[in-house]
């Protein structure tokens, strides 16, 4: 079955989709498809189930910051080694995970973040110091 996911794949796309949803949770992992089938996260150092997705939160705020995209940037690359897929969700908050990330019970998939806006991400990282 060939997946229907929308892409974002544009810097600005990503903030558009930001702006007009107030604030989205990003979640890498192996597979959005998957992470919906199940509903929940595993934390692999309580050895635990979450009670939903683990999440990072990137709000409208975020935006206005001084330096909004590179709070954007690093806030999207938080968690990235948990899994090869950049995703956004909405979703409702549920609880906080073992790192006090954010724990939801997601919605909706909003998209998959292209590698080209994860690339412009490391840019704004890497000019910011980071």
Not at 27 to 50: I, K, Q, T, V
Request: hydrophobic letters at 35%; charged letters at 25%; glycine letters at 10%.
């Amino acid at each position: 079955m060939r997946d229907t996911t929308p892409r974002i794949k544009t810097w600005e796309e990503l903030k558009a989709l930001i702006a007009s949803e107030g604030q989205v949770y990003v979640r890498w992992s192996r597979s959005p498809r998957l992470d919906a089938r199940r509903g929940y996260s595993y934390n692999h150092a309580g050895m635990s189930r979450e009670p939903g997705l683990s999440v990072q939160t990137i709000a409208k705020d975020d935006m206005d910051h001084f330096d909004g995209d590179l709070r954007i940037s690093l806030l999207l690359l938080d968690y990235r080694f948990c899994g090869p897929v950049c995703s956004l969700w909405t979703g409702e908050v549920v609880g906080h995970g073992g790192d006090n990330e954010d724990v939801i019970t997601p919605t909706a998939c909003l998209g998959i973040v292209s590698k080209d806006v994860i690339e412009m991400a490391l840019q704004y990282r890497t000019k910011g110091g980071y």
